[in-house]
């Protein structure tokens, strides 16, 4: 009771406590409240600001880290590429040459090409005045087939070889099957010699490639010349420059094919050993020799590169390498279209959208979105003012008699809004993703929807009514922020994603501080 | 003459005040303020330590009340709305600024041989200035219980605190404005006490 007196007293004489205000007083809080929404704003500026450049700079080391290990393996690349050309140049004078063997077999798919005339008729250029004509002829051994292969040549290897004009040691690399990548590399014994065969009439034959500027044309006229001599074996023609010269370059470079004006050639080899060159098909040229060790370098123009020297490296044709640098190059932004469906706390949307990926991870989206809000429900007119703090008749304007009792009003909206938003995407395994993502819905137009029962006094029957207004619309208003599952099959992708969308200006359609829902879209890639 | 001027508003009529005020008329919220910005003061500056936070917690408050009016309900006493707006505004204010606050001065109070009669000789701001002169702990338990009339659960849900701390928060709150009553004002002091004590013998 004690305690309750002090607390009374107090009470009471705290209540004669004189606070009037002034008019100054009452301006300066009435000019807080009015530059307090702007304060707010700076707020929510400020917190969003921030948490995009936290975004932006999250994603940028992501994408920092993910190419530095993309450039650090390209440089391995590169280094290995630069050792293996080492490893060429060393070899070029202690390695044994490398042999594609061909050994003959009576395949009838095996042919041969034996010019009709002499040798000194005999074409060897597409150009040249003198028609050439070919006669096929069977090879008529038993033995005949074609090894082709990238090994290091075994002692055996060097036996099979006959070259008993030159007697060169030649080299054909490369798989059958992939007959543009072939490289013809000479021994260092063919230096001077140019392109021989080796038409051992034991149906075991060899092209190899130095073709050195003292030869001359007659490099391929003597390998056509000795082909003559061993009509039964098959026939390497290989393109080269009308004089046979190569510019001498530096081995470690690697350029693409540079097309070369050459006699067309054909050549086939037993089984699936074939190689096939004319005009349609990709050119073998001779971009790199070393005269004094006789080491050259083919390369197909297909696009694909291969290095003698025992292993093979591809190079993708996004990948340029040349000096021993190596040079990503930039691709083109893919697009997305697609559809778009949300589900909400009150509110359902549906609509397009499309969207622009920059990288593997970054991209914007933008779309047109049809909204329907439906969560407003008043008993009556009173109900209507009470909560709205407006009269209901006012609003609707002359849709119902000043004398008539409003009831069961239900009122929705319907928006059409422009969703924009920044995403940021993380690659999972099998073509999963988590996808995050920041924008807003900015708000085109809007209309309200108002059902009700009106009823005239002193008439029994409620009449129900709807009336269908413009309403003014803010059009930047939330943020909306997701995080996302993706789910990619070829060039469909589908995305789901939980969303959360804070209210930065309470609107009469959109009031409550926080939206939150689900959202589905179905996008289609283009490249 | 044809049309209605919706910037009219019946000044005395509270209701077409606060309609207007929802329409964003200014003549309207410059009403409101004026005719409750005193009431408002009041009731910040016990919750308060000094004017400057005061004027915020006010300033606070109205911001709220002017965001918030389209829902209020009319039914209810607006003045109740704004008192529970500005009590509201304080906690924040009390949770952003004094909630790690310490204060160690508890253990040395002492108990005195009060005279309540004293407070009725004590001016209203003097009242004012001793309790906020109070650590901000002592002075919201006591000003939500003993002025606003809060119960020790409501005000431990408000202030996150326990109940049992919200009972010895208002019991040295009590102890400590007597204290500084005596310190401040010895001679009403010694005078009441002495009349008390008087009275207790005869």
Redesign the interface.
């Known amino acids: 009771m004690k305690t309750e007196d002090f607390d009374k007293k107090l009470r009471e004489k705290l209540l004669e406590l004189n606070t009037e205000a002034n008019e100054e007083e009452v301006n300066k809080v009435h000019d807080f409240v009015r530059s307090g929404k702007k304060k707010n704003w700076k707020k929510y500026g400020l917190f969003y600001l921030f948490g995009f450049l936290l975004i932006v700079s999250a994603g940028t080391i992501a994408i920092s880290v993910s190419q530095w290990h993309t450039i650090k393996s390209l440089a391995a690349t590169n280094t290995e590429l630069v050792q293996q050309m080492k490893e060429i140049k060393t070899s070029g004078t202690n390695r044994k040459p490398r042999i594609a063997q061909y050994k003959g077999t009576p395949d009838t798919r095996i042919h041969d090409y034996q010019p009709a005339g002499n040798a000194a008729d005999r074409p060897h250029s597409e150009s040249g005045a003198q028609p050439a004509t070919y006669q096929k002829k069977e090879i008529p051994s038993a033995a005949a087939h074609a090894v082709v292969q990238n090994d290091a040549p075994t002692p055996a290897d060097e036996n099979d070889i006959k070259t008993p004009a030159a007697k060169h040691k030649a080299l054909l690399t490369g798989n059958a099957s992939t007959q543009p990548e072939a490289s013809i590399i000479p021994s260092p014994d063919d230096s001077g010699s140019g392109i021989a065969s080796a038409p051992n009439p034991g149906h075991e034959g060899v092209v190899a490639g130095t073709l050195p500027a003292a030869s001359g044309t007659s490099a391929i006229s003597s390998l056509l010349s000795d082909h003559t001599a061993f009509p039964n074996a098959p026939a390497i023609a290989l393109k080269a420059s009308p004089n046979n010269t190569m510019p001498a370059r530096a081995p470690s470079e690697i350029h693409p094919a540079a097309p070369v004006d050459s006699p067309p050639a054909h050549t086939e080899l037993p089984g699936d050993s074939s190689i096939a060159s004319d005009k349609s098909a990709p050119s073998l040229t001779l971009l790199d020799e070393d005269q004094n060790r006789g080491k050259s370098i083919m390369q197909g123009d297909s696009g694909r590169t291969r290095i003698a020297g025992g292993s093979a490296v591809l190079a993708d044709t996004s990948l340029m390498v040349k000096d021993g640098r190596t040079k990503p190059v930039i691709r083109s932004f893919k697009y997305r279209v697609g559809l778009n469906g949300e589900v909400a706390s009150m509110q359902l949307a549906a609509g397009v959208m499309g969207e622009v990926l920059f990288n593997e991870h970054w991209s914007v989206s933008a779309g047109f979105k049809y909204v329907v809000f439906d969560h407003e429900t008043f008993a009556d007119e009173d109900d209507y003012h009470k909560r709205k703090g407006k009269d209901f008749k006012h609003e609707h304007n002359g849709t119902s008699a000043d004398t008539a009792q409003i009831s069961n009003i239900h009122q929705s909206y319907r928006l059409f809004q422009v969703p924009l938003s920044f995403n940021y995407t993380f690659p999972l395994k099998k073509g999963f993703a988590l996808l995050f993502s920041l924008g807003t819905d900015i708000d085109v137009y809007g209309q309200k929807d108002v059902d009700y029962n009106a009823r005239i006094r002193n008439v029994s029957d409620a009449t129900h009514q709807n009336s269908l207004s413009m309403i003014p619309v803010v059009a930047f208003n939330n943020i909306v922020t997701a995080l996302a599952v993706e789910k990619q099959w070829s060039r469909f992708t589908v995305q789901l994603a939980p969303f959360l969308s804070p209210q930065l200006k309470k609107t009469d359609y959109k009031n409550a501080n926080l939206y939150y829902g689900l959202r589905l879209r179905l996008l289609y890639t283009f490249r | 003459m044809f049309f209605k001027n919706r910037d009219e508003f019946d000044k005395e009529d509270l209701g077409s005040i ?2 207007a005020c ?1 329409q964003k008329n ?1 003549k309207a ?2 009403k409101l ?2 005719m409750f ?3 408002g ?2 009731i910040a ?2 919750y308060s330590g000094n004017n400057q936070e005061a004027e915020e917690i ?2 606070d408050a ?2 709220k009340v ?2 918030n ?7 209810k006493p607006f003045k109740t709305w704004l008192r529970i707006i500005l009590i509201n505004t304080a906690l924040d204010h009390y949770r952003r600024k004094h909630k790690h606050e310490s204060h160690l001065d508890i253990d040395e109070m002492q108990v005195v041989d ?1 005279n ?2 004293i ?2 000789k ?4 003097e ?2 200035a001793l309790i906020r002169t109070m650590p901000a702990s002592y002075r919201t338990v006591f000003t939500l ?3 606003d009339g809060y119960t020790h659960k409501e005000i431990a849900a408000f202030m996150g605190i326990q109940e049992g701390t919200s009972k010895s928060n208002l019991r040295d709150a ?1 102890n400590k ?2 204290e500084l009553i005596r310190i401040h004002y010895p001679h009403l002091y010694l005078a009441y006490t002495a009349n008390k004590l008087r009275t207790n013998e005869n």
């Open positions: 606060i309609n929802i200014e919220e410059k303020i004026g910005l005193s009431y003061k009041s500056l016990r006010v300033y109205f911001f002017f965001q009016l389209s829902r209020y309900d009319t039914a009060f309540d009669d407070i009725s004590i001016s209203a701001d009242i004012m219980y003993a002025i009590r404005l007597k």
